[in-house]
């Protein structure tokens, strides 16, 4: 009778795991492989340490994510360790850099307890925001994506940030993914997948096409990690991608590759340093990446790569700009009147700011002497002549944008400020204060600004480009401070009716070409001049001026210019520094966390 009794209750339990296993196996929603480790998976007090990368950080929100680590919380008791020299230093989270691996972390199930950085960083990889579309910048919607297809040429891995779960995708598989009941959702063949956290999709060497975007070159191709995450309650995109890679896709991308060399190799090397300075700027940490793939950061993979833009990158390989120990902001656009800005007047909020070193307005024009053209901010008059004057001797003078010139009643300007004024104050507010009671203020703007009575310059740089605009109508007097402000609320495009914008080469007797309806003003160098309800805006060159014209550095190049004297032409006090450094992992770091 107890044998029996025994056998029974054997049975029994027999019965149960079987039937356990059972129903646990055809979960639908079980990873096909998910192998969890001991060591990802800690209990309360045991702590781990690994070597790992900065893939998020929400200081806010106390929250991070760091590959291959399952815990994402952090308290005000964590420790950030800088180890110099063999020597460990305190640091603070301002030390933490998107994409940094010099890394390692201290974890328990709780809290990530402590992170050592190993020396300075170093940045083999860049993690690219990848808009699902670039055409409006000032679209923040434009970043996200309501799905997001992507084609898998190869067998490839897809992974939670953690390393949890794991899943293998096999060749020729395209992958949809959306958002349902706050989770990411995408099969795999006739398995659903659901997570509510980052997905990396680990690419290597090969490239995955996004089908679900469209470029210049129709559905772009991508190398690297591809990662996506909810955002505001929608997809975020990212490509984690070596940097010299995303830069054999930028440069074709911002300049042409029919262009000399010499201009390939300082295009090259200004994108290199712009990249490396975004990263330190710690822009998005909260979102997870360091740039996106727009004019906001550096457009990247709208044009194919090319053999000659290639080469310049890999000729230049590591040269990056420097000021003292940081990289400089590589600030670069199209095309100058021939005044380059200075940039302390540019990226402004409610005024200039102080001064910064290595982007200072030049004077590139050359009159018949060989003399700078002269030309003077504190006049009004005479600016004007200097942007009506076409014929000169300028680097850029090859543009069509050297001189341009656009005529807008009043009707039209009013009709284009309404359209974009919210957006921009929203965004800008204290870009656009108002007159009241002879005190300039930052309130909320009415729905009609009401009849244009005036526009003029209220300040103008040293360097020549516009500081503020000052607006006048019949129900409120406002400021717009900005160049951008300014280009990005006076858009030809919404005047509701045609707008005509003339064109000049510095070799044109006069406007030779004509442009319908443009995106945006082309630049802040601009003077006014009002013709009865009309007012004309006569300038020269396109994009916000600091920094390298890249016209001007083709120029440059055409007259035997190497790459680095050209980018001495427009940044000053540099210096080039070699910044390919490859990271060797610490064989022996766990010792750095012991308690001393």
């Known amino acids: 009778m107890f044998k029996r009794c025994n056998f029974q209750k054997i049975f029994n339990l027999v019965l149960i795991f079987i039937l356990s296993f059972f129903l646990f196996s055809c979960k639908e929603n079980k990873p096909t492989n998910p192998n969890p480790t001991i060591s990802d998976n800690p209990s309360e007090t045991e702590e781990n340490i690994i070597h790992t990368e900065v893939l998020l950080i929400d200081e806010e929100n106390h929250y991070m994510e760091l590959l291959n680590c399952p815990t994402t919380s952090f308290d005000d008791s964590i420790e950030i360790l800088l180890l110099q020299n063999n020597n460990i230093v305190y640091g603070t989270l301002n030390d933490l850099l998107i994409g940094m691996n010099n890394v390692y972390v201290q974890y328990d199930k709780t809290n990530i307890k402590k992170i050592l950085i190993d020396n300075e960083p170093v940045f083999n990889t860049i993690r690219v925001a990848i808009r699902n579309s670039i055409a409006d910048i000032a679209n923040i919607n434009n970043l996200y994506h309501d799905e997001i297809t992507i084609l898998c040429p190869f067998s490839i891995e897809m992974m939670t940030f953690d390393g949890l779960e794991k899943y293998q995708i096999p060749d020729h598989s395209t992958l949809k993914f959306e958002i349902k009941d706050g989770n990411i959702v995408t099969w795999i063949g006739n398995t659903l997948i659901k997570s509510d956290k980052r997905l990396i999709l680990k690419g290597g060497n090969h490239e995955v096409q996004v089908t679900s975007i469209r470029r210049n070159v129709g559905n772009p191709f991508y190398q690297g990690n591809m990662e996506i995450s909810i955002c505001n309650n929608r997809l975020l995109l990212i490509n984690e991608v070596d940097m010299e890679n995303y830069l054999t896709k930028v440069v074709p991308s911002e300049m042409p590759s029919s262009w000399n060399m010499e201009a390939l190799k300082a295009q090259a090397v200004a994108a290199r340093t712009y990249a490396y300075r975004d990263i330190y700027n710690r822009k998005f940490p909260q979102y997870g990446y360091a740039v996106d793939d727009s004019e906001q950061s550096q457009v990247y993979n709208n044009i194919n790569t090319a053999p000659s833009s290639t080469n310049a990158v890999n000729n230049t390989k590591g040269i990056t700009m420097f000021y003292l120990d940081e990289p400089i902001i590589a600030y670069y656009y199209s095309c100058s009147c021939g005044l380059t800005a200075d940039g302390n007047d540019v990226w402004i909020e409610d005024k200039p700011i102080e001064e910064i070193p290595y982007l200072l307005g030049h004077n590139l024009t050359k009159d018949s002497n060989g003399n700078p053209i002269s030309f003077d901010p504190t006049n009004e008059e005479r600016m004007l002549n200097f942007f009506k004057t076409i014929k000169m001797d300028s680097p850029c003078g090859n543009s069509s944008n050297h001189r341009w010139h656009v ?72 400021r717009i401070i900005n160049q951008y402000n300014i280009r990005f609320t006076i858009r030809p495009k919404d005047a509701k009716s045609t707008v005509i914008t003339e064109h000049a080469k510095s070799s044109d007797n006069t406007y030779s070409s004509q442009t319908t309806n443009d995106n945006v003003l082309g630049s802040g160098f601009f003077a006014l001049e009002w013709q009865n309800d009309t007012l004309h805006f006569y300038g020269g060159g396109y994009g916000h001026g600091v920094g390298m014209s890249q016209y001007g550095a083709n120029g440059y190049a055409s007259q035997g210019l190497d790459y680095k004297t050209i980018l001495e032409k427009f940044y000053s006090n540099i210096i080039f520094k070699d910044n390919s450094n490859k990271y060797n992992e610490l064989t022996d770091f766990e010792k750095f966390f012991q308690k001393k």
């Not at 009707?411 to 309404?418: F, G, M, R, S």
């Not at 600004?449 to 006048?472: A, F, M, P, W, Y």
């Open 407 to 478: 005529s807008l009643t009043k009707e039209q300007l009013k009709n284009t400020i309404n359209a974009n004024i919210e957006n921009m104050t929203n965004t800008y507010p204290t870009s656009y204060p108002q007159l009241e009671n002879n005190q300039w203020v930052i309130k909320e703007f009415p729905n009609d600004i009401g009849n244009i009575q005036n526009i003029e310059v209220d300040q103008r740089s040293k360097s020549g480009v516009v500081i503020s605009l000052k607006i006048t109508t019949d129900k409120l007097t406002f």
